[in-house]
């Protein structure tokens, strides 16, 4: 290879290198939520709705979970149907440590499709900690969803926005 050559590869090389570092540098940085828990377990119906349980993984920790959801008219919607709800989250993770929030939304009715789908009931709202052993998550707010599957198993997600 000409000497030539090889100084405008190696210059052009170098300004491309120049220019992708700095941008992908901000890109890759991880954002660090204070709330980000995902769940997965059972939910039993009440009078009022439906409490799902289980266990929860994320931030600011891990832990059992029991929540509540509650359509404004005292029934969860048909399929096609959207309609006000309430629901909370209260999550408990070793020491003593704990966290709850509540949340306002919608919660909708949803077609049964097996194999693929068999989520009856989707909850999106947002919510607020209304409490928590960690002071500063006091007044955190977000997304929360709850979804219910036609077989007694149900799903929570709640991330700060």
């Not at 590869?9 to 700095?22: K, R």
């Not at 799902?52 to 919607?77: K, M, Q, R, V």
């Not at 408990?92 to 097996?114: H, I, K, M, Y």
Request: aromatic share 6%; net charge negative.
């Amino acid at each position: 290879m000409n000497r030539s050559l090889a100084r405008t590869l190696l210059a052009g090389s170098t300004g491309v290198a120049l220019v992708v570092v700095p941008l992908a540098s901000p890109a890759g940085a991880a954002t660090r939520y204070k709330v980000d828990v995902h769940g997965l377990g059972t939910y039993t119906s009440t009078a009022t709705g439906v409490t799902p349980t289980g266990t929860a993984t994320g931030e600011p920790f891990d832990g059992a979970f029991t929540a509540t959801l509650g359509a404004n008219d005292g029934s969860l919607p048909e399929p096609g149907v959207c309609e006000p709800a309430t629901a909370t989250l209260r999550l408990e993770g070793s020491r003593d440590r704990f966290l709850e929030l509540a949340a306002t939304g919608n919660v909708c009715g949803t077609w049964v499709q097996p194999p693929t789908s068999v989520v009856t009931q989707v909850f999106t709202g947002r919510y607020a900690v209304t409490a928590s052993s960690q002071r500063r998550l006091v007044g955190t707010d977000g997304f929360y969803e709850v979804r219910l599957a036609d077989d007694g198993r149900a799903s929570v997600f709640a991330i700060d926005t």
